[in-house]
C-alpha cells in the first residue's frame, strides 16, 4: 500500500449509508454541507498535519452522467470550513472503469483501479496531501490515487472519507 493511512468517521451502514446513497446516486447535492460538517468535526478532533486537500476524480464520463464529482463537492465545503486549499485537475481518473461497488471482491477492485489515476503536474511536488472521497470499502481506490500523487512527488498521501466498509 502506497498511502499513508485512510481515516473514515463512520462506518458505511445505517442512516450514513443512506445519507450516502442519497448524496451520490440520487442527486441530492444539497447533502455535501451536512456530510463535510463531519469530516470537519474529524479533522478538529484528529490532528492530520496536511498542506492540500485532492478530491478523488471521476472519469469525465461518469462526471458527465452524474452532473457532479461527489468528491470535489465535498473537498470544496471542507476547504471552505477549514481554509486547507483545494487542488483540483492534477489527479485525473485516465481509465473509466466499472464502479467499486459492484465489483466482487478485493483483488478485482485493485485490479479495477491499478493504472487508473495520473498525476502530471509539479504543483503537488513535497506536497501532505489529503485525499478526500465519499466511502472507502477496501482501500483500492484512495491507494491507486496515492501511487500516482507520490509518482508526482507527493511528499505524503492520507485518505479521510465519511465512512468506510468493514
Not at 463512520?10 to 447535492?29: A, M, P, S, T
Not at 463535510?36 to 478532533?45: G, V
Not at 486549499?85 to 461497488?101: M, N
Request: charge should be positive; charged fraction near 25%.
Amino acid at each position: 500500500m502506497q498511502i499513508d493511512g485512510i481515516r473514515s468517521v463512520f462506518e458505511f451502514e445505517g442512516v450514513i449509508q443512506k445519507l450516502i446513497y442519497d448524496f451520490k446516486y440520487h442527486y441530492v447535492r444539497a447533502l455535501a454541507p451536512f456530510l463535510t460538517r463531519f469530516l470537519a468535526n474529524y479533522l478538529k478532533n484528529h490532528e492530520l498535519d496536511m498542506d492540500v486537500l485532492v478530491p478523488v476524480p471521476l472519469h469525465e464520463h461518469r462526471l458527465r452522467e452524474r452532473g457532479y464529482n461527489q468528491s470535489a463537492l465535498l473537498a470544496n465545503e471542507l476547504s471552505r470550513i477549514t481554509t486547507i486549499p483545494v487542488i483540483e485537475g492534477v489527479l485525473i481518473r485516465t481509465v473509466d472503469t466499472p464502479p467499486q461497488a459492484r465489483t466482487a471482491n478485493i483483488n478485482i477492485r485493485r485490479k479495477n483501479v491499478a493504472r487508473a489515476f495520473s498525476c502530471n503536474s509539479k504543483e503537488l511536488k513535497d506536497k501532505q496531501i489529503l485525499l478526500i472521497d465519499d466511502v472507502c470499502t477496501t482501500g483500492a481506490t484512495l491507494n491507486a490515487c496515492a501511487i500516482a500523487l507520490k509518482k508526482a512527488g507527493a511528499a505524503s498521501v492520507w485518505g479521510l472519507t465519511i465512512a468506510r466498509e468493514l
